[in-house]
């Protein structure tokens, strides 16, 4: 649900906040309602003019939520300035997606202010870099983990592990058959329905090729 707020204060450039909100179920103990009212109160005294995205019963572990992706268009499309939430949980239950999140907004120059997480506040000079911890943070764990894939990798290449791709078990004894019969890999590749670059490596990983005149004729053309 998308609900726009007219300002209540005169002002030549008021700031665009989004006011987010969620509760993953309904009627049990779970009241939007309660949050809504927080915001709304925020961008009262602040002089925002507001807009509000609501999403009830929907799981925070899903990363495609309505009232969200309504948000965030809204956000790439340049009509936010700001985005305020109860508590930051409420983006997410997912601490990789928030932070995504977190993140996309950081780079489209929009502020994030979270009620109940104390310093986390962008449209401060401290919540500015408090926020730019999170983000560097989010970053060096990235590196971390692509440091620690990629060592991974070269492990398991070493001791000559396939990486990648699982590969495709081939029967090639029909394409030997062909090919001794006198077609061309070419032929050979598309009668199977196999891509010729692999075809070609596993016959001679099977030491199957070349085969002769027309295969080696073929693999030239």
Known sequence: MRV??????NSPRLLRAALYARVST???GQDVGLQIDELRQVAQ?????????VGAGVSGTLAERPGLSRMLADAHAGKLDVVAVWRLDR?????????????????QGIAFVSLRDVGLDSTTPAGRLFTAMIAAFAAFERDLIQER????????QAA??????????????????????????????RILAIPRATLRRRLQEAGHWPVGDPGSADEAA
């Open 160 to 189: 000559g592990k396939h990486c990648g791709r699982p590969r495709r078990d081939l029967d090639l004894r029909p394409a030997v058959a062909l090919l001794k019969e006198g077609r061309g890999l070419k032929d050979v590749a």
């Open 91 to 107: 983006l997410g239950r997912s601490l990789q997606h928030v932070l995504a999140t977190l993140e996309q907004l950081n780079s």
């Open 26 to 28: 309904v009627n049990h």
């Open 4 to 9: 726009e707020i007219a300002p209540t204060m």
């Open 45 to 53: 005294q602040r002089g925002w003019a507001a807009v509000e995205y």
């Open 149 to 156: 894939v990629i060592a991974g990798v070269r492990r398991a």
